[in-house]
């Protein structure tokens, strides 16, 4: 039977997202073939009509994350007029909070996957390298004060990578404490949010967690 146009693109995307996840959870060598073709429903055949190999797919796979992660923390259309100060406060309190610390899968490629990305080359490599580049630039591009510049300055990219240096490392630490020692890992994240907001000038919101000004999920 024939497979339509819509069906193909359906399946190829039930391949990217069941990959993506499986990854971040499992990292690139946790997860085989047959992981990802189970999760997404199709044979093991299949997934080779769509990529080349394997590391073709995790190169997508890694693009895919990315894209759908700074997706989710733009700042809501509806709510674009509130500026780049709430787009940074909110993108620290979703990403120093217990939800994302406890959804490896469907959160921060980068937290989950860098140290998996560093033993890379190719296109998996290049693709983290891509991913992370975009993210310095979103941060940048973004005040405190509110404003939205087109072209960061040097003091804008010192403060880019200052806060996500400290957003991904301290999630990474919540994350490696989270069984052993919950009081702590929440203690890092909690610690990490208010330090980023009195270092950056950002308004400390909410400090337990997210809440309605917080997108839906990260």
């Known amino acids: ?14 391949i990217l997202q069941a990959a993506a996840r499986l990854y971040r959870e499992r990292g690139f060598t946790g997860v085989g073939v047959a992981d990802i073709t189970r999760e997404a429903g199709l044979t093991h055949g299949g997934l080779y009509r769509h990529f080349e190999s394997k590391d073709a797919l995790a190169a997508e796979a890694a693009k895919y994350a990315f ?8 700042p809501p259309a509806a709510d674009a007029s509130a500026g780049a100060g709430r787009f940074l406060r909110t993108g620290v309190t979703n990403y120093l909070s217990p939800r994302h610390r406890d959804s490896v899968g469907q959160g921060c490629p980068v937290a989950a996957l860098a140290a998996d990305a ?5 296109a998996i490599a290049d693709a983290f390298a891509q991913g992370i580049g975009r993210y310095m630039a979103l941060f940048a591009q973004r005040r ?15 403060r ?7 957003m991904v490392g301290g999630l990474i ?3 490696a404490t989270a069984r052993g020692l919950p009081a702590l890992s929440d203690e890092i994240l909690a610690t990490l949010r208010h330090h980023l907001a009195v270092t950056w000038g950002l308004d400390e919101h ?6 309605q000004d917080c997108v839906q999920s990260i």
């Not at 880019?160 to 400290?166: G, P």
């Not at 909410?206 to 809440?211: H, V």
Request: with cysteine.
């Open 206 to 211: 909410n400090p337990d967690g997210c809440d």
């Open 67 to 74: 894209e759908w992660e700074l997706s989710d923390l733009e």
């Open 1 to 14: 039977m024939k497979v339509s146009k819509a069906q193909v693109t359906e399946n190829r995307l039930s």
């Open 160 to 166: 880019a990578i200052s806060m996500l240096s400290t």
């Open 173 to 175: 630490l919540a994350r």
């Open 118 to 122: 560093a033993r890379e080359t190719g």
């Open 144 to 158: 405190p004060d509110g404003t939205e510049v087109a072209q960061a300055e040097p003091e804008d990219r010192v």
